[in-house]
């Protein structure tokens, strides 16, 4: 069983910056990509960055310039820096790490930006 862990949510008023984290443990962890998602109220949930084991970054439109996806190996942690932060950001945050075969969630954290 592998158990994903977020902290850095909040609420920050516009242009602020928040730091999300996603730990994740268990025994024989095989992970590859990581992911970050969010999914305000009403909405379906979209994608938001990722980065491979090598290291390599993708962004949605939405969040380029603004936000930051990194990861710490032996730690076995993902990172999504938010700068800038829009009142639209507005969403509860979700971790999602893959490995070769399962792919896993965290529960979430919510991050509120003030008009």
């Known amino acids: 069983q592998v158990h994903l862990v977020e902290s850095g949510g909040g609420l920050v008023q516009a242009g602020g910056s928040l730091r999300l984290s996603c730990a994740a443990s268990?025994?024989?962890?095989?992970?590859?990509?990581m992911h970050w998602y969010r999914q305000a109220p009403g909405n379906q949930r979209e994608w938001v960055a990722s980065i491979t084991g090598l290291g390599t970054t993708n962004y949605a439109d939405s969040v380029k310039g603004r936000f930051t996806i990194s990861r710490d190996n032996p730690k076995n942690t993902v990172y999504l820096q938010m700068n800038t932060l829009k009142p639209e950001d507005t969403a509860v945050y979700y971790c999602y790490v893959a490995g070769p075969v399962n792919r896993y969630w965290g529960r979430g954290t919510q991050v509120t930006v003030s008009s």
């Open positions: 268990g025994s024989n962890l095989r992970i590859n990509s």
